[in-house]
């Protein structure tokens, strides 16, 4: 079993930045994925960005070049720094690993196995 722990979210001005962390338990695996989450109200949950043990990123659309994710291997950590926020990227922000490199299909929650509990990133304009 992993267990994940957000921390980081917050309210910000849009064009603010903020960090998200995310500590795990254990790493799934000597291979695995570790990904960021979010889920705005009314909307269904969306992949943010991914990272894998080999340390190899995506990131969705809508984030790419203002977000990027990083870990921190030895500690056990996962960042997300979100930079140049804007509104629409309000949201509950989660953390979600998964024991096996998930490259094209990353977006499907349903690959991740272990999921925090959320931490809230608050946008205003």
């Known amino acids: 079993q992993v267990q994940l722990v957000e921390s980081g979210g917050g309210s910000v001005q849009a064009g603010g930045s903020l960090r998200l962390s995310c500590e795990a338990s254990?790493?799934?695996?000597?291979?695995?994925?570790m990904a960021w989450f979010r889920q705005a109200p009314g909307k269904e949950r969306e992949a943010v960005a991914v990272?894998?043990?080999?340390?190899?990123?995506r990131y969705t659309a809508a984030v790419k070049g203002r977000f990027y994710i990083s870990k921190a291997s030895a500690s056990n950590w996962l960042y997300l720094q979100m930079n140049a926020l804007k509104p629409e990227d309000a949201a509950i922000y989660y953390c979600?690993?998964?024991?096996?490199?998930?490259?094209?299909?990353?977006?499907?929650?349903?690959?991740?196995?272990?999921w925090g509990q959320g931490t809230q990133v608050t946008v205003s304009s």
């Open positions: 990272i894998d043990s080999r340390e190899s990123r």
């Open positions: 254990r790493w799934p695996g000597r291979t695995y994925s």
């Open positions: 979600a690993a998964s024991p096996t490199i998930i490259s094209g299909a990353w977006t499907d929650s349903r690959l991740f196995a272990y």
